[in-house]
């Protein structure tokens, strides 16, 4: 049975799911400010002060860093947006299950621009002629961790949300 009336429970996961999206976000901010530094290769905030830096890590993994966690965080919001639609355990499996996805793509996400194949492997990568360090091992582990914890909460929102659609009738548009 769906709960259309958001109880407490709900209310309260909600609010926990929206603080880690919002935290999320910000940390994808600031990894914004490391990408445009790691860009310029130097830290220069115009028009008060710059300065030289050796921005550590690949420029393309700082982008990765920066968007990465403001996607995550907007993922887990959407998801605190369909929990009174949701029924029974599948909120918390839902809430908790994307606040792993935040915080376990986050640290994918920042491990990236120290790996040598982009966390994409812990071991050998011939796309990139390298072996996975530290950073690409922790990172892929991480990710496919919490993967199948996303999949299975979209797959568990798509279905709640289509469900939640039937035996009503659509409305129609005159074209």
């Known amino acids: ?3 259309n009336d958001p109880d407490i429970r709900t209310q309260s996961l ?3 799911m929206q603080g880690h999206a919002a935290l999320g976000v910000l940390v994808g901010l600031i990894g914004g400010w490391f990408f445009a530094f790691a860009q ?10 710059a ?6 890590g690949d420029k393309h993994g700082w982008a990765e860093a920066h968007v990465g966690p403001i996607l ?5 919001a959407f998801g605190a947006s369909i929990l009174p639609r949701m029924s029974g355990i599948q909120k918390t499996m839902i809430a908790y299950a994307l606040i792993a996805t935040v915080w376990g793509n986050t640290i994918f996400y920042f491990c990236v621009p120290f790996g040598n194949v982009h966390c994409l492997t812990g071991g050998y ?7 996975g360090n530290v950073f690409d091992a922790i990172g892929y582990v991480v990710a496919v961790l919490v993967a ?3 999949m299975a909460s979209m797959v568990m929102i798509a279905i709640t949300l289509l469900r939640s659609d039937r035996g009503t009738s659509a409305p ?3 074209g």
């Not at 995550?72 to 887990?76: A, I, P, R």
């Not at 990568?125 to 390298?130: C, E, L, R, S, T």
């Open 40 to 49: 310029l290769q130097e830290v220069n905030v115009w028009p008060l002060f």
């Open 72 to 76: 995550n965080g907007l993922l887990c």
């Open 1 to 3: 049975m769906l709960h």
């Open 14 to 16: 909600q609010k926990t």
């Open 125 to 131: 990568a011939k796309a990139f002629g390298a072996h």
């Open 51 to 56: 300065f030289d830096v050796n921005m550590p």
């Open 148 to 150: 199948p914890l996303t």
């Open 172 to 174: 129609t548009t005159a």
